[in-house]
């Protein structure tokens, strides 16, 4: 059984605008405003239009000692918005 | 429809059709120093009998247009002007396209503007009726247009519709301002519309930089604090009745203008500490 993993939608199907403490994320396909937290457009910037696993995703932050539990939440979270696809 | 009458306010132009003769005569009245319309206008609103009869019998108007909002009940007919006013809003509110429409007021001075947002009571068209009396141009007390190739705000000066006590506050303070018939007993209480100043018409045309942006709160001691972009696009989304329909236009529109204006919550308890608290802003 292979790894889940997570794709974003490619860059210029979004457009990100950070406003203070949040960011707004419009999603051009659906129309959609999303707020999300500051950590998340780098996280979107590394799935963009790519196919990666969590290992590759820790990996790429060098998060070889990090929060798996909260990293999947994280991704679960976008997955529920529509703003990551898991396959 | 038997009576007819077209205006201009702003940008808009307007077409009010009635089955009565009295509201539209009330409007004339009401936008005499209007620029009048006769050509295409960009809404049209129509006063009608809510059956063929009930134009002579127990008169009341039901509210029609190009947008409509099924169950919304009829008006008396002493509140033929309200039903008019409240239609020319509804076709703005569900038909506006050209512009992100914001549910708030605004003011202009030296070709920069404060607009000036929250819940109905919060006290915002009173206070931007009464900044004229010190030096303001009155922008808008209703809607604010918000055009997203430039972020300017431009005017849309309709009468200020004001309510109960702040009727006699504002006559006070405009003692030579135009005002149209009061009605009471109207589903908000007493209502009467306020004619904005000559500045507001003779600007009309004239959009301005939107510089500071407040959450005025009446009727609390003098106090302010500043308001994230964040919370200022949160409540401006709720606040724009057409934040979805314009799609990546009104996100583009509105995080530019949280980003670019001073944002800030205001307590007042009177029309001097407001106007200190955004002469301090400004």
Do not use: C
Not at chain 1, 67 to 72: C, G, K, Q, T, V
Not at chain 2, 135 to 142: K, N, Q, S, V, Y
Request: hydrophobic share 50%; aromatic share 6%.
């Amino acid at each position: 059984m292979s790894a889940t993993r997570y794709r974003a939608p490619p860059a210029d199907a979004l457009v990100i605008a950070p406003l203070d403490e949040i960011v707004a994320v419009f999603h051009r396909a659906s129309g959609i405003t999303h707020l999300v937290g500051p950590e998340i457009p780098d996280l979107l910037d590394v799935l963009a239009a790519q196919w990666l696993t969590a290992d590759a995703i820790e990996a790429a932050f060098e998060q070889v000692e990090g929060d798996r539990s909260a990293l999947i939440a994280t991704l679960d979270e976008l997955v529920a918005a529509g703003l990551v696809e898991r396959g | 429809m038997r009576h007819v009458f077209g205006v201009r306010v702003g940008p808009v132009a307007f077409r009010i059709g009635s089955a009565w003769r009295a509201p539209v005569e009330q409007l004339r009245t009401l936008y005499r120093d209007y620029p009048a319309h006769d050509g295409v206008p960009d809404f049209t609103v129509r006063l009608e009998a809510a059956r063929p009869w009930r134009r002579f019998v127990r008169p009341s108007v039901h509210i029609r247009g190009d947008f409509v909002i099924p169950d919304a009940a009829p008006l008396p007919l002493a509140q033929g002007l309200l039903a008019a006013e409240m239609g020319m809003n509804l076709q703005m509110a569900l038909g506006q396209r050209r512009f992100l429409l914001l549910h708030a007021a605004a003011v202009e001075r030296d070709g920069r503007a404060v607009i000036m947002t929250g819940e109905s009571g919060a006290g915002k068209s009173t206070l931007a009726a009464l900044l004229q009396a010190r030096g303001w141009r009155l922008m808008a007390d209703e809607f604010v247009l918000v055009e997203p190739a430039t972020g300017l705000v431009h005017p849309f000066p309709r009468p200020v519709s004001l309510k109960n006590a702040a009727i006699d506050v504002a006559r006070a303070a405009l003692p030579d301002a135009l005002w149209g018939p009061l009605m009471r007993d109207t589903p908000k209480g007493a209502i009467r519309h306020l004619v904005p100043g000559a500045a507001a018409l003779a600007g009309a045309e004239t959009p301005a930089e939107p510089v500071l942006l407040l959450f005025p709160r009446y009727g609390l001691p003098a106090e302010q604090r500043p308001v994230g972009a964040g919370e200022a696009f949160v409540r401006l989304t709720q606040a724009s009745t057409n934040y979805v329909g314009l799609g990546e236009r009104g996100f583009t529109a509105l995080t530019r203008l949280v980003t670019d204006v001073t944002r800030a919550a205001i307590d007042y308890p009177d029309t001097d500490s407001a106007a200190e608290l955004i002469e301090a802003l400004w």
